[in-house]
């Protein structure tokens, strides 16, 4: 097993890409954004290092814990170590605290800050494409160097499932968990709903009784959430009628096929949604099960590579860490070769055992972290979404 | 032959990869030993076939862990499904 890899050492862990990110604050501000970018990105747009630009459709007209949580969100996605340089950009009269934002950020890393409402949109494009030029020269200086396993933070997520996902694809995951949580690194599963039905059997799996009962809560809460403001009952609603017709049974053996992929390891602690954990191990994230924000908020959380399996296949990306997404479905990889990096469906013909894939995974995912590009950033799909939890005002 | 794959070595069910017919021999895969095993009843794909006995009330145990309860005796080859097995935790289908 191959325990090292080759990445950009910052002070708060190593990355495997060398990016420079611009933080809109607000939507205001996210057309200014993508006029600097797409005039900057000339000087620094390699797979392994460019110049990306965060979606931010919110920012404004928010409050309490979900203004915290978007804020929280900003800070720590311009904290993740495949983060060389941040710009923030931001209107001026935002619900987000836009210095805070750049302060928080500066902690680890070279931020820059404009503000829109100082000078007008033209020459805050001009100072943006000048900022990032200054930021794009300072992020080629970098060399990778050798970083031990322990530095990965692995986020685990599951999309466009389907009945060769529980038993092939997640499970070939859940043991590359297994390895990295062995070798001294992170793994985060987000998807909340996912757990519920099997959450007291991942919570057997805590560290202490506290963390046991964090588990049961923070599933309970979003169950109870999801009765109260969609009027839904999803114990009483799964599995659906045309997961039974695929062979599913009870709503254990659905969501066990989602838990698959977290492996068997003992879980760490649960996360708030993009809360960076403070010791390594597995974690449990509260995210939705919507792909895209749930994978947003892990790599905000720390994750600097994402295992993303799926059944009916997704182009999925994220512009700060790379997405490998792994499908045991044959056909399925066939057809969309163009965004499918890992094909297990060995596992499912018997060519291979489920140990053996996850070996062959693990070779992937030492190539992608010392910079082989995956089929999204080929495909430049860089999709990012931040998950509110509170009323627009 | 049809292959079926068992998941956890605790495992008590196996998915069926195709479409099984009563008498069928069907292969076990996803574990280090490779057996056959001969399906009792019409098992349909992405269904479970009982790899051993399982007493009324017993666990029914994939990925190592229970997926619900046996409703009534059943014998190893045959189709696992909602008729011969409930859910524990969620929605009691019967």
């Known amino acids: ?393 | 032959m049809i292959k079926a794959i068992i998941i956890d070595g605790k495992d008590n069910v196996a998915t069926v990869l195709g479409n099984a017919e009563v008498g069928e021999d069907i292969q076990l895969i996803g574990q280090d030993e490779i057996s056959t095993i001969r399906a009792i009843s019409k098992i349909p794909r992405g269904h479970k076939i009982a790899i051993h006995d399982i007493e009324k009330g017993g666990p029914v145990i994939k990925y190592g862990e229970v997926i619900g309860k046996a409703l009534v005796f059943i014998k190893k080859g045959e189709h696992v499904h909602i008729h011969n097995m409930d859910s524990i935790r969620g929605k009691i289908l019967k």
Request: overall charge negative.
């Open chain 1, 1 to 393: 097993m191959i325990d090292y890899f080759f990445g950009y050492e910052r002070e708060n862990g190593c990355g495997v890409r060398n990016h420079v990110l611009v933080i809109p604050t607000v939507s205001c501000s996210e057309f200014t954004v993508k006029k600097m970018v797409s005039e900057a990105s000339q000087y620094f747009s390699s797979y392994d290092g460019g110049i990306k630009a965060l979606n931010n459709p919110y920012g404004c007209g928010q409050t309490g814990k979900d203004l915290d949580q978007t804020t929280r969100t900003l800070i720590n996605i311009g904290k993740n170590p495949n983060v060389s340089g941040v710009l923030v950009v931001a209107l001026g009269c935002e619900s987000v605290n836009y210095d805070k934002v750049a302060d928080e950020i500066s902690k680890v890393k070279n931020v820059e800050f404009l503000k829109i409402q100082d000078q007008g949109v033209t020459k805050t494009v001009d100072e943006g494409v000048r900022l990032l030029k200054k930021l794009s020269d300072e992020a080629k200086k970098m060399n990778r160097k050798k970083c031990g396993v322990e530095n990965l933070s692995i986020a685990l997520k599951c999309g466009g499932s389907d009945f060769t996902s529980g038993i092939a694809s997640n499970p070939v995951v859940g043991k590359v968990s297994d390895m990295v949580v062995n070798m001294g690194g992170t793994t985060i599963i987000g998807e909340i709903p996912e757990f519920i039905g099997a959450e007291h059997l991942y919570a057997e799996r805590a560290i202490s009784q506290e963390v046991k009962t964090e588990i049961i809560d923070t599933v309970h809460k979003f169950e109870e959430k999801l009765k109260r403001e969609a009027g839904v009952d999803f114990r009483g609603a799964q599995p659906s009628p045309g997961n039974i017709t695929g062979g599913l049974t009870t709503i254990e053996e659905k969501s066990l096929g989602a838990i698959k992929k977290s492996g068997s390891s003992k879980v760490s602690g649960v996360l708030e949604y993009a809360q960076i954990p403070n010791k390594r191990g597995h974690f449990m994230m509260n995210t939705p099960g919507y792909d895209i924000e749930s994978v947003s908020g892990m790599v905000a959380g720390g994750a600097n590579l994402v295992l993303f399996t799926t059944g009916r296949g997704t182009p999925t990306g994220n512009p700060v860490a790379p997405v490998i997404k792994i499908t045991a479905n044959y056909e399925t990889y066939k057809i969309m070769e163009d965004m499918i990096d890992f094909d297990c469906s060995s596992v499912i013909d018997g060519r291979e055992t489920i140990l053996k894939s996850s070996e062959r995974l693990w070779e992937l995912i030492i190539d992608v972290a010392n910079g082989k590009p995956t089929k999204a950033e080929i495909n430049r799909q860089d999709d990012f979404l931040i998950y509110r939890i509170g009323p627009t005002y």
